[in-house]
Nanobody, 127 residues
Framework: QVQLVESGGGLVQAGVSLRLSCSAS????????MGWFRQAPGKEREFVAA????????YYADSVKGRFTISRDNAKNTVYLQMNSLKPEDTAVYYC????????????????????WGQGTQVTVSS
C-alpha cells in the first residue's frame, strides 16, 4: 500500500511559479512511475506530467510543456511538480498518483493506469 500526500498549492497571480510536492509512504515507492493530474471545476481529470522510477523519462501534456517540470527524489520518497509561468487556465485541484504496473522505462498518461492517489492540492491562478 502506498499513501500519497500533496502540498504546495495556493492562490497566486498569473506569471508566477509554484512547486508542488508529493510525499509517499512505503519503501517500494522507488519502483513506481509517478504522475500528476489535475481537475478543474466542471471538467474531467486530465493528465499533466509523469516520470519513470529512475527519473530518466518524463512526459508532459502539451498544455504545460515548457512551463512545468516533474522530478523525483527517491531518497526522500517525494515527487515534485515545478510550475512556472502559471496561467489562469492552470487553476485546478492537482493530484499526485502512483503507477505500480508501468513497464520498465514507461510512463503512462491515462488515469486508469494509476493505482494510488493523493487527496489533491488546490492551485488557483488569478489574472
Amino acid at each position: 500500500q502506498v499513501q500519497l500526500v500533496e502540498s504546495g498549492g495556493g492562490l497566486v497571480q498569473a506569471g508566477v511559479s509554484l512547486r508542488l510536492s508529493c510525499s509517499a509512504s512505503g519503501r517500494i515507492f522507488i519502483r513506481y512511475s509517478m504522475g500528476w493530474f489535475r481537475q478543474a471545476p466542471g471538467k474531467e481529470r486530465e493528465f499533466v506530467a509523469a516520470v519513470t522510477w529512475s527519473g530518466g523519462n518524463t512526459y508532459y501534456a502539451d498544455s504545460v510543456k515548457g512551463r512545468f517540470t516533474i522530478s523525483r527524489d527517491n531518497a526522500k520518497n517525494t515527487v515534485y511538480l515545478q510550475m512556472n509561468s502559471l496561467k489562469p487556465e492552470d487553476t485546478a485541484v492537482y493530484y499526485c498518483a502512483a503507477d505500480a504496473d508501468a513497464p520498465f522505462g514507461v510512463v503512462r498518461r491515462t488515469s486508469t493506469s494509476y493505482d494510488y492517489w493523493g487527496q489533491g492540492t488546490q492551485v488557483t491562478v488569478s489574472s
